[in-house]
Nanobody, 125 residues
């Protein structure tokens, strides 16, 4: 069955870096659009970054542009989110998700029909 498993979250100081991984199974990664979303306490889920199937078109929220980089390794069936220059406002649970169809990024969260369990990212001194 389809599974998405995130890892790589943790506690980091402001200005630090983390790399999140999303290991996919049960489907071929490069057939689908994938996204990273996050949800902070008391806030709604927001799209952070997306990557298309081949040839790898990407999208970033304005709040992370220039600091985060999304990538995919189709041989490993894994999507990554490299997060640099982290800020306190990046603190959230981060989820990866697979989109059910194709369309402009980021699309609504309801268009993503498979989600991982999430990984906590805390940015604090």
């Amino acid at each position: 069955q389809v599974q998405l498993v995130e890892s790589g979250g943790g506690l980091v100081q402001p200005g630090g870096s983390l790399r999140l991984s999303c290991a996919a199974s049960g489907f071929i990664l490069d057939y689908y659009q994938l996204g990273w979303f996050r949800q902070a306490p008391g806030k709604g889920r927001e799209a952070v970054s997306c990557i298309s199937n081949n040839p790898g078109h990407t999208w970033y929220a304005d709040s992370v542009k220039g600091r985060f980089t999304i990538s995919r390794d189709d041989a490993k069936n894994t999507v990554y989110l490299q997060m640099n220059s982290l800020k306190a406002e990046d603190t959230a649970i981060y989820y990866c998700a697979r989109r059910g169809g194709y369309g402009p990024f980021p699309g609504d969260a309801s268009e993503y029909n498979y989600w991982g369990q999430g990984t906590q990212v805390t940015v604090s001194s």
